[in-house]
């Protein structure tokens, strides 16, 4: 049966990696991510795994090993975060478009400049279209269950394409917290072992991986991943329910907080969802308002449809990003649900705020004051301000 265990998400994750006994890790250090190859290089060394570790000398060879570790058949991951992420973006898109089944844990840390060491959404977010699946956890039992998903969601047949694991630094990745952790063969028998069709230590097959694609042929290739992505959508949920019938715990594209009659409701990635959930709490039990939350955990493949509909029924929604992206209406996560939501005609206001930039602390009052504006919004059908950054100290 399951054990509980007190971890933080930086242990959860190397406890989920040991467990999965990978073929391969390369990984160079970075803050908040370095202690999840710590951690593994310690299992290792004590005999707990035989993974192939290798110490490299920058994140883009970190990531370069592990695209030639995969394409030679071997299973594949690596951590990083911030700038190391940054430093990969070129082999970012060779593992996607090469089709390689590789997992990330991304561990989210503001992009330079200025420097900063704690957490926001730039990082994954200014590689959400590197081809990469992307899925999101808000604490660190979610970060630890999304990494036992992400080797059958990538190596599907259906699917072969990377996994990006994401938390937020220091918030989960160095929090501690209580959490269950599942049996070890049980994991096993989950996650399975990687049964390459092709690859490139295969001696009755010729291959070649990364070749030059001409203007003929470049086209299809990302139509395939586009495909791929596709059928990520089926193959996530698949995994999940084969997930749930393990430990009980249920997980799909994003969870539903109070939202069953909610009037208003606010759209959020990560770790701050608990934060709004406690507000959402206050708000009903002493005002009686009807306000509830939508928990983005899968960002790619994008489900617009089922989000649209989860939020057909309120009158006004806040979209919440933690990544600046400098557009005239805010940032990556309100841009494309806002998209979503007037591809699907829906009739809710809705207005993208910007947060906890480089790690600023949100409150249960600002979230507050987040639904005060939304409730005025659906009253007066005008928004005043769509670019907007709660908590700002000018304010």
């Known amino acids: 049966m399951a054990v509980r265990e007190r ?53 883009h060879s970190s990531m370069s090993a592990a695209v030639g570790a995969s394409a030679a058949g071997a299973r594949t991951l690596t951590a990083t975060s911030s700038c190391g992420l940054a430093l990969m973006w070129e082999e970012l898109y060779v593992a996607a478009s090469n089709r390689l089944p590789i997992v990330l844990a991304l561990v989210n840390r503001a992009l330079s400049g ?9 990082d994954s977010m200014g590689a959400r279209d590197s081809g990469w699946i992307q899925i999101y956890a808000e604490s660190n039992q979610e970060v630890y269950d999304n990494f036992l ?7 599907h047949k259906d699917v072969m394409l990377p996994v990006m694991i994401c938390q937020d630094g220091f918030i989960t990745s160095h929090g501690v917290e209580n959490i269950l952790l599942e049996e070890d063969e049980k994991v096993r028998v989950f996650v399975g072992e990687r049964q390459p069709e092709h690859y490139l230590l295969n001696p009755e097959e010729t291959l070649a991986v990364g070749p030059y694609a001409v203007s003929n042929y470049y086209m299809e290739t990302k139509r395939g991943q586009r495909e791929a992505m596709k059928n990520a959508r089926r193959v996530i949920l698949e995994v ?3 997930f749930r019938a ?11 907080y109070r939202m069953e009659d909610a009037e208003y409701a606010v759209v959020i990635i990560g770790s701050a969802a608990g934060t709004c959930k406690a507000a959402i709490e206050q708000i009903r039990s002493t005002t009686g308002k009807k306000v509830g939350l939508l928990k983005i955990r899968v960002f790619r493949p994008f489900p617009e449809e089922e989000i649209a509909r ?36 829906a009739a809710a206001e809705a207005v993208n705020y910007l947060y906890g930039l480089g790690g600023r602390d949100i409150t249960v ?26 908590g700002l100290r000018s304010q």
């Open 7 to 59: 971890l933080s998400g930086n242990e959860a994750v190397a406890y989920a990696i040991k467990q999965i006994n990978p073929d391969v890790m390369p990984a160079f250090p970075i803050t908040p991510s370095t202690e999840i190859p710590q951690y593994v290089a310690n299992y290792i060394a004590n005999g707990e795994m035989d993974t192939e570790f290798i110490p490299v000398e920058s994140e």
């Open 149 to 155: 998903q992400a080797y059958p969601i990538a190596e």
């Open 310 to 345: 989860a939020l057909s029924g309120v009158k006004a929604v806040a979209i919440l990003d933690r990544s600046e992206m400098f557009s005239a209406t805010g940032g990556p996560l309100g841009a494309e649900v806002r998209a979503a939501l007037y591809q699907a005609k």
């Open 365 to 390: 009052e600002d979230f507050c004051r987040v639904y005060e504006k939304l409730e005025r919004i659906a009253a007066e059908h005008k928004i005043r301000d769509m670019y907007e950054y709660i």
């Open 246 to 256: 393990m430990t009980g715990r249920e997980y799909g594209f994003f969870e539903t």
């Open 114 to 122: 200025p420097i900063n060491i704690n957490a926001d959404h730039s």
């Open 240 to 242: 999940a329910e084969r």
